[in-house]
T-cell receptor, first 115, second 114 residues
Framework: AQSVTQLGSHVSVSEGALVLLRCNYS??????LFWYVQYPNQGLQLLLK??????LVKGINGFEAEFKKSETSFHLTKPSAHMSDAAEYFC?????????????FGQGTRLTINP | NAGVTQTPKFRVLKTGQSMTLLCAQD?????MYWYRQDPGMGLRLIHY???????AKGEVPDGYNVSRLKKQNFLLGLESAAPSQTSVYFC?????????????FGDGTRLSIL
């Protein structure tokens, strides 16, 4: 079964600094990969996804992620953090479960932005 | 533009009580899902449906039942609530199978079992 590991349950950066959220997955074949963001008291919103093709994927709000097959990683980055980026971020991978594709989520990384 | 709507938003139950959580989507999506979110564990799939009249078990189905009598609604039932079911429950829907189509999430139902 697929699994997802997000390194660091909490990440804190200064406003304007680089954001790097790490995600590693276990898979023997290239999966579909996703990053979701959750703001307080809200559901999850899709930031970006990788299915096939270009390994550098651009998402909303200036975020991007790079699929690295050799490292089984899909790290999320943003060059310059903004206060509005404070939220919880989830990496997810598609996994076939009982004949259908499902999402398997990492445990989440809470991002704090310091002024 | 409602998207996915969950009812209720908050609920407190006593151990042994029953309740039903309602999820409604207005996007004509075929697939619907129920997840629970617990601290440090991400989201775990409880049950899902690939179309009206169908349901299937996810990773953590024990203690829950579901029904999809209408395409737009997906109900999650707790027949005899237990403290271990204290969680935030999220419903999601998608037009097609995950990977090809993104999942759209509701805002969650916060459920406490005393």
């Amino acid at each position: 079964a697929q699994s997802v590991t997000q390194l660091g349950s909490h990440v804190s950066v200064s406003e304007g600094a680089l954001v790097l959220l790490r995600c590693n997955y276990s898979s023997s074949v290239p999966p579909y990969l996703f990053w979701y963001v959750q703001y307080p008291n809200q559901g999850l919103q899709l930031l970006l996804k990788y299915t096939t093709g270009a390994t550098l994927v651009k998402g909303i709000n200036g975020f991007e992620a790079e699929f690295k097959k050799s490292e089984t990683s899909f790290h999320l980055t943003k060059p310059s953090a903004h206060m509005s980026d404070a939220a919880e971020y989830f990496c997810a991978v598609s996994s076939r479960f009982q004949g259908a594709q499902k999402l398997v989520f990492g445990q989440g990384t809470r991002l704090t932005i310091n002024p | 533009n409602a998207g996915v709507t969950q009812t209720p938003k908050f609920r407190v139950l006593k151990t042994g009580q029953s309740m039903t959580l309602l999820c409604a989507q207005d996007m004509n999506h075929e697939y619907m899902y129920w997840y629970r979110q617990d601290p440090g564990m991400g989201l775990r799939l409880i049950h899902y449906s690939v179309g009206e009249g169908t349901t299937a078990k996810g990773e953590v189905p024990d203690g829950y039942n579901v029904s999809r009598l209408k395409k737009q609604n997906f109900l999650l039932g707790l027949e005899s609530a237990a403290p271990s079911q204290t969680s935030v429950y999220f419903c999601a829907s998608s037009y097609g199978e995950v990977g090809n189509q993104p999942q759209h999430f509701g805002d969650g139902t916060r459920l406490s079992i005393l």
